[in-house]
Structures are given as C-alpha cells and as structure tokens.
C-alpha cells in the first residue's frame, strides 16, 4: 500500500516504514481505507504544531502489525470509553464513524485495530497510537 500519496500537508513530518503487505491476508482498498482515516486523524491531531510529526511502522510477529503514531494531545481519558463507538467524534466536523468502521474492517479479516495510550507506549511520540494488527502468511519467503 503506498501511503505516501495520501499525505498532501505542509509543515509535517510523516515517516513511514516498510512492511511486506504482499504477505498479509486482507483486502488492499479495505486496508487502504482503514490507513488513510488513521493517517489523517494523525496530521488532524498535529495540525498547527511547530514540530507535528507522525510515523507509520510496521512489523512482522504472530501478526502483522500497522502502527500509526502522532505527537499530538491524544485522546482525553473521558473518551477512550467512546473511541470506537459510531457517532462519537471531538472534531467539529466529521460523523465519528471512522474509526468504529475501521476496527469492524479489522476484525472482519481476523485482525484487530486497538488504541495504544501514551502511558502504555515503550517507543511512541507521546500522543495517539492505533495499532493494526492482521493475520498474515509466515510461510512464503
């Protein structure tokens, strides 16, 4: 999946890392959709900071595993509960379905979609991190 084409932003650092996505048993516009929301509410949460950064990483273990992390303000503890739930947003504008149809993407490939808080990270950016996890094949080289 190239991510690099959804980033359109000034004045913001997106690094993204590699993963062999070739090997992952998903849908590619599913998974597609599901990297470009997570993405963009990343750079929505750094929009405006002098040192906005986000990075997309991922790793091969029992499952595939997408992070996408920003050093913005995360996500106010009253709303964890609500994260994932349909129509539930912070932002202004914007339906809150996003995030409760990409974990329903996730799990309908066998995969999951969590949210990681700053205090649980060992290597994050000190804001939000979702983390994408999919089955994939360990057998093919």
Request: charged letters at 20%; glycine letters at 12%; aromatic letters at 4%.
């Amino acid at each position: 999946v190239e991510l690099c084409n959804i980033v359109g932003r000034q004045g913001l650092s997106l690094e993204v890392g590699s993963l062999p996505l070739e090997r992952v048993f998903a849908d590619q516009t599913q998974i597609r959709m599901v990297m470009v929301n997570l993405i963009n509410n990343a750079l929505d949460a750094v929009t405006g900071q002098k040192d906005g950064g986000v990075i997309v990483r991922g790793h091969l273990a029992k499952m595939a595993t997408i992070e996408v992390l920003d050093n913005g303000p995360g996500v106010a503890g009253d709303f964890e509960a609500q994260l994932f739930q349909p129509f539930a947003s912070t932002k202004t504008r914007g339906l809150g379905i996003g995030l409760s149809i990409c974990r329903t993407i996730a799990e309908s490939h066998g995969g999951r979609l969590t949210y990681v808080r700053p205090s649980e990270q060992q290597d994050g950016l000190g804001g939000a991190m979702f983390r994408l996890e999919l089955p994939w094949d360990e057998q093919t080289p």
